[in-house]
């Protein structure tokens, strides 16, 4: 929701910021950043949301026959 309001791409430019880059610049990052046992693993189960998520956006994208999303990168487009 964020993105949108800010008038971000879902995906697609290296050089603005989009929703699914947010997730490789920073969502994705959380995690590893937690202090208690308990944060550390509501912290897990949200990130295996949101690997599914964006496993599943990805198979949408290439079901409608867009490019693929590099998982490697802030969230551009693969041709």
Avoid: I, W
């Avoid at 947010?22 to 950043?33: A, P, T």
């Avoid at 867009?66 to 490697?72: P, V, W």
């Amino acid at each position: 929701m964020y993105a949108g309001a800010k008038g971000h791409l879902l995906y697609g430019s290296a050089n603005a910021p989009t929703a699914v880059g947010h997730f490789y610049e920073k969502l994705l990052l959380l995690k590893d950043l937690m202090n208690t046992k308990t944060g550390r693993m509501l912290a897990e189960k949200r990130h295996q949301l949101m690997l599914e998520f964006l496993g599943e956006l990805e198979n949408e994208c290439a079901f409608s026959g867009e490019s693929r999303l590099d998982r490697s990168g802030p969230g551009v487009m693969v041709e």
